[in-house]
Every structure is written in structure tokens, then in C-alpha cells.
């Protein structure tokens, strides 16, 4: 089981930025991908953005070009870089992990969610 560690949440102006941050822990397993989901009060979960273990990223459209993902594979971290915020970003944001267990099975991980709240 692989477990994540997110970090970097907190309250921030309209406008402002911040970098949110997980870290993926275990043993016996190989990332396939990471990414970020968020899940505003009364609303789904909806996806923010993706990256494969090659790098490939994936946005939600309303998020391509404010939000950056990136990773450190040697280190499993995966960050999610939040620039031009607005008081709509506000929600709780889910760190999930796709990988391969040691039998060579495909498995998701979710951590425990950092809030974001951006005030106008």
C-alpha cells in the first residue's frame, strides 16, 4: 500500500499563488501516475491534473495554463504549482497515486487532502 503525504494548503488572496506538495511512501511498488483532484463543499470530486511516469501532464481545461504539475521521480513527490488564483479554486485538494503493487497489479492511492481557500 502506498501511502501520500500532501502539504502546501492554506489561505491565500485572490490573485495570489501557492505549491502544493505530496510525497508517496512504501515498499514494493512502481509509480505508473500522480495527480491532484479537488472536491469543493457540496460538489464531486473533479480531477485538476495528471502526470505519467514518463511526464506526460493532463489538465482540467478550466485549470490549463494556471496550474502547473510537476514531479521528482527518484524522490516520488509530485507538486502541484498554483498560480492567478480565484475564490472558485477554494476546496479540499486530493493527492492520488496509480502503481504497481509487487504482483504486478494496477492500484490507486488518495491521501488525506490539503485545503485551499482563496479569498476575494
Known amino acids: ?3 501520500l ?3 502546501g494548503g492554506g489561505l491565500v488572496q485572490a490573485g495570489g499563488s501557492l505549491r502544493l506538495s505530496c510525497a508517496a511512501s512504501g515498499g514494493g511498488f512502481s509509480l505508473n501516475a500522480m495527480g491532484w483532484y479537488r472536491q469543493a463543499p457540496g460538489k ?3 480531477l485538476v491534473a495528471t502526470i505519467t511516469s514518463g511526464g506526460v501532464t493532463n489538465y482540467s481545461d478550466s485549470m490549463k495554463g494556471r496550474f502547473t504539475i510537476s514531479r521528482e521521480s527518484g524522490k516520488n513527490l509530485v507538486y502541484l504549482q498554483m498560480n ?3 475564490p472558485e479554486d477554494t476546496a479540499v485538494y486530493y493527492c492520488q497515486a496509480q ?10 492511492s488518495w491521501g488525506q487532502g490539503t ?4 479569498s476575494s
Not at 99 to 108: E, I, K, P, Q
Not at 115 to 118: A, I, L, S
Open 99 to 108: 502503481y504497481w503493487d509487487f504482483v504486478g497489479t494496477l492500484r490507486s
Open 1 to 3: 500500500q502506498v501511502q
Open 44 to 46: 464531486q470530486r473533479e
Open 115 to 118: 485545503q485551499v481557500t482563496v
Open 84 to 86: 492567478s488564483l480565484k
Open 5 to 7: 503525504v500532501e502539504s
